[in-house]
């Protein structure tokens, strides 16, 4: 009992000094570690500065008494047991107490045991409390960590990462820092008001980050208390306590987590500083990946994006075409209704969809006048390699079906495989649409290109034909957008 007892402190609120005095030295006879306030203003100050575990107070005192004591623990910090002693035993005060949120009441005069007996059942009653609460929040954290490496978006990420740090640690606000490529750290992501972009630019947040990256650990700054180093400013007053935490990769560190307590809420404590550790450990591995994997795709792009323009120089007459295409589809994909990765995916589609082209000879890329059949079946196999060339990219998997088939008629009579309706690809049949519009409306070797009335009318025309009516029909409708591109 004693052992158990050492680290707790309980603070005893009494106007009477004798029972303060008589409550302490048993209490102290027991193994606590023993406060004492005389008056319900002194006890705020006490708990405000000190990691109190119980709170035994009066009810009936002069200036703020125990029940206004008690309202105020509660807000300040629900989960302090608070006792209630009274020498004026009404079943009302008793009840009214409870409902406030007191664990339980003594009534004057009581037995000094059943003092203890009350303040120890109230502390291990807690402490199990605590206990459930770390097992529930680390089960959440575990899906939460689940949930962050689930996405290879960035912002998607931040964001996040930042709202489930402000959930774990119940702050009221947050802000996410990193460096940008001249090692400069920038926010990229804050809460809204009152804590807010301009909130962080505040000095002590500032010289509080340098600090944490200078010594790779986190700190916690309290409202009102000696900070650690006489560099870092006073936090601003409405702020109870404020953490900021290196964000780090086994090699460096990469950004900064920023989380503050609103005035009138309890500090930061070290079981927090643990959650948000186990949090941020993951959600940084987890950002470093996307960024990865984001150069790697944005790499890629590049060289493929060389590919198309390496298509189009041998084609003079098709200059610009697969980013026209690429901008067309775009706009027709969103006017019916795909969002997110599918557009993303039909964007790139658009820009190359012809990258076949570089495998066909250049002379009939180029001849002016009528194709022979045997030169036609050589365009004819353009959708097949170019979907060869980007099948060994991962990247690209999602991509094969409509750049193989965006040659397809609606009716069946298109190329490469001659598939009709709903099975050639949704993607194909938009990207085709916009394809052809581009082309007639593009300078040929074997032709000027046509004005957008006629395109349009060929488009009407080829409706349930060449085209899947509906898909020609949404093209029909943002015709028009496409000459603002
Ligand atoms: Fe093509």
């Known amino acids: 009992m004693l052992d158990a007892n050492k680290e707790k402190q309980v603070l005893v609120v009494d106007d009477e000094k004798s029972i303060c005095e008589i409550v302490k030295a048993y209490l102290q006879k027991n193994g606590y570690s023993v406060f004492q306030a005389l008056s319900g ?13 119980l709170v035994l107070t009066d009810i009936k005192m002069p200036g703020m008494n125990g029940v206004d ?29 409870l409902k406030l949120g007191a664990y339980d009441y003594l009534t004057k005069p009581f037995h000094l045991e059943e003092v203890v007996e009350k303040i120890s059942r109230a502390i291990q009653t807690r402490q199990l409390e605590e206990d459930n609460l770390l097992f529930s929040k680390l089960v959440s954290l575990h899906e939460v960590t689940k949930e962050l ?32 490529e001249s090692l400069q750290l920038k926010i990229v992501l804050a809460s809204s008001e009152p804590y807010n972009e301009t909130f962080w630019q505040l000095p002590v ?18 409202s009102g208390k000696e900070c650690i180093s006489k560099e870092i400013p006073q936090l601003p007053e409405f702020i109870q306590s404020y953490i900021v935490f290196p964000l780090k990769t086994p090699k460096k560190i990469i950004g900064i987590l920023n989380l503050v307590r609103a005035q009138n809420t309890v500090s930061f404590s070290k079981l927090d500083l643990e959650l948000i550790n186990v949090l941020a450990s ?37 200059h610009g075409h697969s980013e026209n295409v690429m901008k067309f589809t775009v706009v027709l994909a969103k006017h019916l209704g795909l969002e997110g990765k599918d557009i993303e995916q039909i964007k790139y589609a658009g820009l190359l969809h012809d990258v076949g082209k570089i495998g066909v000879d ?4 180029n001849k002016p006048g009528k194709l022979t059949p045997k030169e036609f079946d ?47 690809p949704y993607g194909a049949r938009i990207l085709s649409v916009a394809d052809a519009f581009e082309a007639m409306t593009s300078n040929r070797p074997y032709r000027k290109s046509l004005s957008h009335e006629v395109a349009v009318n060929i488009i009407k025309k080829e409706k349930g034909k060449q085209f899947d009516p509906e898909i020609a029909e949404a093209f029909l409708e943002v015709v028009k957008a496409l000459d603002k591109l």
């Open 149 to 180: 490496s689930s996405t290879h978006i960035l912002d998607e990420l931040y964001n996040r990462f930042l709202n489930y740090s402000i959930k774990v640690s119940r702050s009221n606000g947050g802000s996410l820092l990193f460096f940008d």
């Open 282 to 318: 993951q959600a940084s591995i987890s950002i470093e990946n996307a960024r990865l994997y984001q150069n790697i795709r944005e790499n890629y792009l590049k060289t493929v994006r060389g590919f198309a323009l390496a298509v189009e120089a041998k084609d003079k007459y098709t």
């Open 41 to 53: 203003e002194k006890a705020v100050e006490i708990i405000k500065e000190n990691k109190i575990d």
């Open 205 to 222: 947040f500032g010289a509080a980050s340098r600090r944490a990256i200078d010594k790779g650990e986190s700190l916690i700054i309290d």
């Open 69 to 97: 004591l008690l309202k105020w623990i509660k807000k300040y910090n629900n989960s302090l047991p608070v006792i209630m002693t009274t020498g004026f035993p009404t079943l009302d005060t008793a009840i009214e107490a």
């Open 362 to 365: 250049e002379a009939i890329l």
């Open 378 to 424: 050589q365009i004819k196999k353009h959708p097949e390699l170019g979907s060869r060339i980007l099948e060994n990219v991962p990247f690209f998997e999602s991509l094969l079906p409509l750049i193989k088939h965006h040659h397809e008629f609606y009716n069946g009579n298109g190329y490469p495989s001659g598939l009709a309706g709903e099975d050639i």
